[in-house]
């Protein structure tokens, strides 16, 4: 089905198709490790940002399905019909939001996840307005993350634990907690997509 979509509306960059389950699955479902347990009953709630053609959000909610209520968050109106059908032929009960972050309606998430969307500030930026005390975010990075972790440190207040990427030799895991932001912490961060961190292609 994605190649099928792709072939017409350039889902993911076709030099990636060659090599699918690394680049996308894998790299997507790796994490699923990083996801807290379920706190008795309650279904826990994940937000992927700029989901594109579902990776990791869409990825982890065939992965998770008992333990998930998903929403992805997808600004591109084709991406996120493709992210609907998708949804749709696995069955899966997740939620498609054709909205930028920005103009999306607060609410807390327990999960927030991220994969080539935007560098860690802006990233930070969105997601800051769907935290709680508790909300744990797990953003996918490239070559560039300590960089990116060098400005983000500047506007924002967070514990942040890095692990290797198991898909790419040269990116990282980001997990941060306890997101507060400094003073001069950007007020709104632009539309996510416009602008990918150097090392990490979709």
């Known amino acids: 089905m994605l190649v099928d979509w792709n072939s017409r509306h350039n889902?993911?960059?076709r030099g990636s198709l060659d090599d699918l389950w690394r680049r996308h699955f894998w790299d997507s479902a790796q994490l699923a490790s990083h996801i807290p347990g379920t706190a008795g009953t309650r279904d826990m709630t994940l937000a992927d940002m700029g989901s594109g053609a579902g990776f990791p959000g869409l990825v982890l909610a065939a992965m998770l399905r008992d333990r998930l209520k998903v929403t992805l968050f997808e600004a591109t109106a084709k991406k996120s019909a493709f992210l609907t059908a998708a949804a749709a032929r696995m069955e899966l009960d997740v939620r498609v939001v054709n909205a930028r972050m920005e103009d999306a309606p607060a609410q807390i998430f327990d999960v927030i996840t991220s994969r080539a969307c935007?560098?860690?500030p802006g990233l930070l930026a969105y997601a800051h307005r769907f935290t709680g005390p508790?909300?744990?975010?797990l953003f996918l990075k490239g070559r560039n993350v300590g960089e990116e972790l060098t400005e983000a440190h500047k506007c924002w207040?967070?514990?942040v634990s890095q692990?290797?990427?198991?898909s790419d030799p040269s990116g990282a895991i980001l997990e941060v907690r306890e997101l507060e932001p400094h003073d001069r912490a950007p007020k709104k961060a632009s539309?996510?997509?416009?602008r990918q961190p150097k090392g990490r292609r979709r």
């Open 11 to 13: 889902l993911v960059s």
């Open 118 to 120: 935007a560098p860690l």
């Open 134 to 137: 508790r909300t744990v975010c």
């Open 157 to 159: 207040s967070m514990k």
């Open 163 to 166: 692990f290797p990427s198991l």
């Open 191 to 194: 539309h996510p997509g416009r």
